[in-house]
């Protein structure tokens, strides 16, 4: 069982708060009742690092097997690609999520309400319902969480103030999120592009268009965080009749990325390397 721990003696201050109706407190987001982790991870834990099965003696068949297994040993290539991480590089990474009401006639423009920011180790560094400057004419409640009741709590920062905020909280961090374009711009914060791990944007994570008859059915789309936390994680969020709560989002989008970390950074990498090379000419 992994436990939250709300960070209350670090600067910035942290807010902490149930996105479910006051009537029913006992609804918050469990984050904490999650096992993390994949299947694959904690199976490897408990084993050497290479192991063969036992030779038989007077079969041929299990000989040859033996020497296939001594070639191309599965077990030991799957963990040879996981990274150990020093505390310092664990110090590097944070993860982001927000949740958004909408504002205007037709309530199609987002306007933020709640940020949620998590460390590598999913321990909260922020968590704050948001101010709304202007008025709101959709709270989206059915998949933010978010009531009027929120946006006009004293508890609730102002919207300026909050912002400035995550930017400090994100400054020299790799950020780690799912859709980070649209939390960030929503924000109107920039941060660049080798320091962003969006699960949204990750090749592998993403699938083909159902059209392949035309030239935009080979591009790729995004998936949906809920399917992806699924199919990679084997674990249920954003269940259905219940609000999506933007901590519980912020940890799978990381736990996501921990899955993928390896083949993701040699990409960004292999990126750096090509962007080098353009701008020096080389």
């Known amino acids: 069982t992994h436990t939250i721990t709300i960070i209350t003696n670090c600067t910035p201050k942290v807010y902490k708060m149930c996105p479910s109706p006051i009537s029913k407190p006992e609804a918050c987001c469990k984050v904490g009742s999650f096992s993390y982790g994949s299947p694959e991870d904690q199976e490897s834990n408990g084993k050497p690092k290479h192991s063969q099965p036992p030779r038989s003696k007077n079969t041929r068949k299990n000989k040859a097997s033996s020497k296939k297994k001594k070639t191309m040993p599965k077990k030991s290539i799957q963990q040879d690609t996981k990274q150990e991480m020093t505390m310092e590089e664990q110090g590097r990474f944070v993860a982001l999520d927000c949740e958004f009401v909408g504002v205007g006639p037709d309530s199609y423009t987002s306007a933020l ?163 080098r090379e353009v701008e020096w000419g080389q």
């Open 113 to 275: 309400a709640r940020v949620s920011i998590v460390d590598w180790n999913n321990a909260v560094l922020l968590d704050t319902y948001v101010k709304v400057n202007e008025p709101v004419t959709d709270y989206r409640t059915f998949v933010s969480g978010i009531r009027e009741e929120h946006v006009q709590s004293d508890l609730a920062m102002d919207t300026d103030k909050c912002i400035d905020l995550v930017q400090k909280i994100l400054k020299n961090k790799i950020l780690v999120g799912h859709g980070l374009r649209c939390d960030l711009g929503v924000m109107g914060i920039h941060h660049p592009w080798y320091d962003t791990r969006d699960t949204a944007r990750f090749e592998p994570f993403m699938k083909k268009n159902k059209n392949t008859d035309t030239f935009q059915g080979s591009m790729l789309r995004p998936r949906k965080l809920k399917d992806l936390t699924l199919t990679k994680l084997g674990r249920t969020i954003q269940k259905e009749g219940h609000s999506h709560c933007s901590i519980e989002d912020a940890i799978a989008a990381l736990d996501l990325y921990k899955k993928a970390q390896c083949k993701w950074e040699k990409a960004i990498a292999y990126k750096i390397s090509r962007t």
